[in-house]
């Protein structure tokens, strides 16, 4: 059974279309996050998912929209697609508190043409 | 703000030879240390975790040592191998990151035979 599975692994769409990546978790994690990754390895925190309830959101494009309709998903949605919004996109899930490390999904490369 | 700073890649080794990745970081707390490993088209693995001053975290031959006079957590290994080829991130997880990891920007290293 996989822990943290995100759907679809590979995506590529135009400029202009709106998108969805789904993400769930099976490990009875309380909270869930959405990372960006660039063509250099950096990651970025995105949104992060505590009992359904958004508790950080970085300065990210208000075209990104995470979706939770419950525990265990969290959905990203992405409106008018731009050719810098490329990237691998991870899910991830963790129980709340410092000390609890991630589990990470296997990532979602999602290419804008 | 917490940050995390690792050396930069590439880092290339000849089978066998001993590591070490240096890491790092500013927190305004105590902060939990983190290294993960990421293979080729997968997502982050946990790799080890120390979660306060002198523990050492361990795993399939690294360790790390959290170090709070120095605020560091070096990655090192005794012998490395091609299978160890990956990209490995340093990160921390500390009340001023509400508990959210923030990563450093990833080592790339590659294990020749």
């Known amino acids: 059974d996989t822990a943290v599975s995100q759907t679809p692994k590979y995506l590529v769409t135009q400029m202009g279309n709106d998108k969805s990546i789904k993400c769930e978790q099976n490990?009875?994690?309380?909270?869930m996050y959405w990372y960006k990754q660039d063509s250099k390895k950096f990651l970025k925190i995105m949104f992060s998912y505590n009992n359904k309830e958004l508790i950080i959101n970085e300065t990210v494009p208000n075209r990104f929209s995470p979706k939770s309709p419950d525990k265990a998903h969290l959905n990203l949605h992405i409106n008018s697609l731009e050719l810098g919004d490329s990237a691998v996109y991870f899910c991830?899930?963790?129980?709340?508190?410092?000390?609890?490390?991630?589990?990470f999904g296997s990532g979602t490369r999602l290419t804008v043409v | 703000g917490d940050s995390v700073t690792q050396m930069e890649g590439p880092v290339t080794l000849s089978e066998e030879a001993f590591l070490t990745i240096n890491c790092t970081y500013t927190?305004?707390?105590?902060?939990?240390l983190f290294w993960y490993v990421q293979y080729p088209g997968e997502g982050l693995q946990l790799l080890l975790k120390?979660?306060?001053?002198?523990d050492k975290g361990s795993n399939k031959g690294f360790e790390a040592t959290y170090r709070k006079e120095t605020t560091s957590f070096h990655l090192e290994k005794g012998s490395v191998q091609v299978s160890d080829s990956a990209v490995y991130f340093c990160?921390?997880?500390?009340?001023?990151?509400?508990?959210?990891?923030?990563f450093g920007k990833g080592t790339k290293l590659s294990v020749k035979p």
């Open positions: 490990l009875g994690h309380d909270t």
């Open positions: 927190a305004t707390g105590y902060p939990s």
């Open positions: 991830a899930s963790s129980h709340m508190g410092q000390g609890h490390g991630y589990t």
């Open positions: 990160a921390l997880s500390d009340l001023g990151s509400q508990g959210n990891l923030i």
């Open positions: 120390a979660t306060k001053a002198d």
